[in-house]
C-alpha cells in the first residue's frame, strides 16, 4: 500500500505554489494524497510574518499530534528558514531550499537549513492536470526572495535573495496551463517587481509586453506589486494589455511619512496619491487594494490619523489591515515606543471599519453593470457559486456546475447579506440549456 501524505498551506500566494510543486514531487515518487488523521507525512509549509502565523503553526502542530499520533510532521519554508531553532515539536525542520528536496528527506529528522545567500529558484514540475486543488486561479510563482530589508519584515531573512524564473520557462508554463484549461493566471512572487529574467535581464514590463503575443490563460492577474514600480510606463502596458487583469494589490504600509521613513519604505504619502490618481485616470473601474500596518513603534495618534486620513481621501477599493507584529531579527523588533496591544486594536478595528466603506461604495458601482467572471467549484450557502470580475469582486451566482472555470459573461443584480450578487445573462443561460440538451 502507498504511504500517504497530507500538506499544510500557510500564508502568500507564493506559498501556494511552493506547496503544489512539493505535492507534484511526492505523487511522482510514488505516495498518495491523504487526509490529515490517516497521512503517514504532514507537511507544514508555514508562514512567518506576523506573530499570529506563529501561533497558527504551534496550534496546527498540536492539532495533528492529537488526531494523528503516528504521522511525521515536517515542518518546512519560511518559519524553518527564518527560525530554525523554533520547531514547535516537528521531527523535521527543511529551510526553503529543502523543502523542494522534501522526497529525499522523508525519512531524515532533525534540521535542515541553509544560508540565505545561495538559494536557488526551484525546478518547474510538469503539468500533469489543470487547477491547483480547490481553486480556479492557478498561482504561478515567477520570481522569489527581496533584498529590501524594511524595518518590521523577516521576508528577506525567510526567502533569501531575489532570483527570477527565464523568460522562455515563463511563457511555455503559461502555454501548458491554457492547453490544460487554466483560465486565470496569477503571476506571483516575493517582489515580483525585481523579476529579471536571468539570461537577458529583461525585466517585468518586458515579460508583460511578450504574454501579449503568446498563447497564455486569458487572464492575467498580478501579485502584490511595490509602490516605486508603477510608473507611467507599466500603467500603460496594463492599461492597453487584453490580459492583464484591471485590479492591482499595493504595499502601501502606512500613509504617515514619519512612519514611512521608519518603515525603510522610500516613498510618501504625495508620491502615493499621484500613483492612485494615475491609476484611476489611464484604467477607469480598476479595483486598487493596500495592505497597510497600524501599531508600527513611535505611531502615536497624529501619525495614525494621518494615514487614516490619507485612506478615507484616497479613490481605492478595499485594504488588508494588519496590527504591527515585532519578528525577532528584524531592525523593528528593538525599536522604542512600542504600541500598547489596546491601542492597536482599536486602529485595526478603526481601519477594518473604512475598509467596509470602501468595499461597500465600490461594489455598489457596479450594480447592472455586465462584468465577466471564472465561477468556482464551491459551493455558498448552499445556493450559490463565486467567481472574480476583473477588477476582482466576488459576485455571487446560482450554482450551475457546467459554469465551473469558465470565463461567463453575469448581470450585477445588487447587494445581499454584504455579497454582491449576480445572475448569468441571457445568452449564457442559452448556452446552459444547450449542454443540458446535449447530456439529456
Same mark, same amino acid.
Not at 187 to 197: K, M, N, V
Not at 228 to 247: E, G, P, Q, R
Not at 314 to 328: G, T
Given at each position: 500500500?502507498?504511504?500517504?501524505?497530507?500538506?499544510?498551506?500557510?500564508?502568500?500566494?507564493?506559498?501556494?505554489?511552493?506547496?503544489?510543486?512539493?505535492?507534484?514531487?511526492?505523487?511522482?515518487?510514488?505516495?498518495?494524497?491523504?487526509?490529515?488523521?490517516?497521512?503517514?507525512?504532514?507537511?507544514?509549509?508555514?508562514?512567518?510574518?506576523?506573530?499570529?502565523?506563529?501561533?497558527?503553526?504551534?496550534?496546527?502542530?498540536?492539532?495533528?499530534?492529537?488526531?494523528?499520533?503516528?504521522?511525521?510532521?515536517?515542518?518546512?519554508?519560511?518559519?524553518?528558514?527564518?527560525?530554525?531553532?523554533?520547531?514547535?515539536?516537528?521531527?523535521?525542520?527543511?529551510?526553503q531550499n529543502e523543502k523542494f528536496d522534501v522526497?529525499?528527506?522523508?525519512?531524515?529528522?532533525g534540521c535542515f537549513v541553509k544560508s540565505r545567500?545561495?538559494?536557488?529558484?526551484?525546478?518547474?514540475?510538469?503539468?500533469?492536470?489543470?487547477?491547483?486543488?480547490?481553486?480556479?486561479?492557478?498561482?504561478?510563482?515567477?520570481?522569489?526572495?527581496?533584498?529590501?530589508?524594511?524595518?518590521?519584515?523577516?521576508?528577506?531573512?525567510?526567502?533569501?535573495?531575489?532570483?527570477?524564473?527565464?523568460?522562455?520557462?515563463?511563457?511555455?508554463?503559461?502555454?501548458?496551463?491554457?492547453?490544460?484549461?487554466?483560465?486565470?493566471?496569477?503571476?506571483?512572487?516575493?517582489?515580483?517587481?525585481?523579476?529579471?529574467?536571468?539570461?537577458?535581464?529583461?525585466?517585468?514590463?518586458?515579460?508583460?509586453?511578450?504574454?501579449?503575443?503568446?498563447?497564455?490563460?486569458?487572464?492575467?492577474?498580478?501579485?502584490?506589486?511595490?509602490?516605486?514600480?508603477?510608473?507611467?510606463?507599466?500603467?500603460?502596458?496594463?492599461?492597453?494589455?487584453?490580459?492583464?487583469?484591471?485590479?492591482?494589490?499595493?504595499?502601501?504600509?502606512?500613509?504617515?511619512?514619519?512612519?514611512?521613513?521608519?518603515?525603510?519604505?522610500?516613498?510618501?504619502?504625495?508620491?502615493?496619491?499621484?500613483?492612485?490618481?494615475?491609476?484611476?485616470?489611464?484604467?477607469?473601474?480598476?479595483?486598487i487594494g493596500m495592505d497597510v500596518i497600524t501599531?508600527?513603534?513611535?505611531?502615536?495618534?497624529?501619525?495614525?490619523?494621518?494615514?487614516?486620513?490619507?485612506?478615507?481621501?484616497?479613490?481605492?477599493?478595499?485594504?488588508?489591515?494588519?496590527?504591527?507584529?515585532?519578528?525577532?531579527?528584524?531592525?523593528?523588533?528593538?525599536?522604542?515606543?512600542?504600541?500598547?496591544?489596546?491601542?492597536?486594536?482599536?486602529?485595526?478595528?478603526?481601519?477594518?471599519?473604512?475598509?467596509?466603506?470602501?468595499?461597500?461604495?465600490?461594489?455598489?458601482?457596479?450594480?447592472?453593470?455586465? &462584468?465577466? #467572471?471564472?465561477? *468556482?467549484?464551491? !459551493?455558498?450557502?448552499? =445556493?450559490?457559486?463565486? $467567481?472574480? /470580475?476583473?477588477?476582482?469582486?466576488? &459576485?455571487? #451566482?446560482?450554482? *450551475?456546475?457546467? !459554469?465551473?472555470?469558465? =470565463?461567463?459573461?453575469? $448581470?450585477? /443584480?445588487?447587494?445581499?447579506?454584504?455579497?454582491?450578487?449576480?445572475?448569468?445573462?441571457?445568452?449564457?443561460?442559452?448556452?446552459?440549456?444547450?449542454?443540458?440538451?446535449?447530456?439529456?
Amino acid at each position: 500500500m502507498s504511504m500517504k501524505f497530507f500538506i499544510h498551506t500557510t500564508g502568500c500566494k507564493a506559498n501556494q505554489w511552493d506547496s503544489y510543486v512539493m505535492k507534484e514531487k511526492l505523487k511522482d515518487t510514488g505516495l498518495v494524497l491523504g487526509t490529515l488523521s490517516h497521512a503517514d507525512f504532514i507537511i507544514i509549509n508555514a508562514c512567518t510574518v506576523t506573530e499570529g502565523a506563529e501561533r497558527d503553526i504551534r496550534r496546527f502542530i498540536n492539532r495533528c499530534r492529537r488526531v494523528n499520533g503516528e504521522g511525521k510532521i515536517i515542518l518546512a519554508g519560511c518559519h524553518s528558514q527564518a527560525y530554525p531553532g523554533s520547531t514547535f515539536g516537528a521531527d523535521t525542520i527543511l529551510g526553503q531550499n529543502e523543502k523542494f528536496d522534501v522526497e529525499k528527506l522523508l525519512g531524515a529528522n532533525g534540521c535542515f537549513v541553509k544560508s540565505r545567500e545561495i538559494f536557488s529558484l526551484e525546478r518547474m514540475p510538469a503539468i500533469t492536470g489543470g487547477l491547483q486543488e480547490g481553486k480556479t486561479r492557478f498561482f504561478f510563482k515567477i520570481q522569489d526572495g527581496c533584498d529590501k530589508f524594511c524595518s518590521y519584515c523577516i521576508v528577506p531573512y525567510a526567502r533569501g535573495v531575489p532570483r527570477s524564473r527565464p523568460a522562455g520557462e515563463v511563457l511555455e508554463f503559461l502555454r501548458e496551463l491554457k492547453e490544460n484549461g487554466v483560465k486565470e493566471v496569477v503571476l506571483t512572487g516575493i517582489e515580483i517587481s525585481a523579476y529579471h529574467d536571468p539570461a537577458t535581464g529583461s525585466d517585468l514590463k518586458e515579460l508583460l509586453r511578450t504574454l501579449e503575443d503568446h498563447e497564455t490563460p486569458e487572464r492575467i492577474r498580478l501579485s502584490s506589486i511595490d509602490p516605486l514600480y508603477i510608473d507611467n510606463d507599466f500603467i500603460d502596458i496594463v492599461a492597453s494589455s487584453k490580459k492583464i487583469t484591471k485590479s492591482l494589490h499595493i504595499p502601501l504600509q502606512s500613509g504617515s511619512d514619519r512612519i514611512l521613513a521608519l518603515m525603510k519604505r522610500n516613498y510618501t504619502q504625495a508620491y502615493m496619491k499621484k500613483v492612485v490618481e494615475r491609476l484611476n485616470d489611464k484604467i477607469p473601474d480598476i479595483g486598487i487594494g493596500m495592505d497597510v500596518i497600524t501599531g508600527f513603534p513611535t505611531e502615536d495618534e497624529r501619525a495614525f490619523e494621518e494615514t487614516y486620513g490619507f485612506l478615507e481621501s484616497i479613490d481605492v477599493y478595499y485594504l488588508h489591515v494588519f496590527p504591527f507584529s515585532a519578528r525577532a531579527g528584524t531592525i523593528a523588533y528593538s525599536m522604542d515606543g512600542r504600541v500598547p496591544e489596546g491601542v492597536k486594536k482599536e486602529r485595526v478595528h478603526k481601519l477594518k471599519g473604512l475598509d467596509t466603506k470602501k468595499r461597500q461604495a465600490f461594489y455598489q458601482r457596479f450594480t447592472g453593470a455586465e &462584468v465577466l #467572471i471564472v465561477p *468556482e467549484g464551491k !459551493l455558498y450557502k448552499g =445556493l450559490y457559486m463565486r $467567481g472574480y /470580475t476583473d477588477n476582482y469582486i466576488p &459576485v455571487y #451566482i446560482p450554482c *450551475e456546475k457546467t !459554469l465551473e472555470n469558465k =470565463l461567463v459573461k453575469v $448581470g450585477i /443584480t445588487g447587494m445581499n447579506d454584504g455579497l454582491v450578487m449576480g445572475e448569468a445573462v441571457n445568452g449564457e443561460k442559452q448556452e446552459k440549456q444547450k449542454v443540458r440538451g446535449l447530456e439529456g
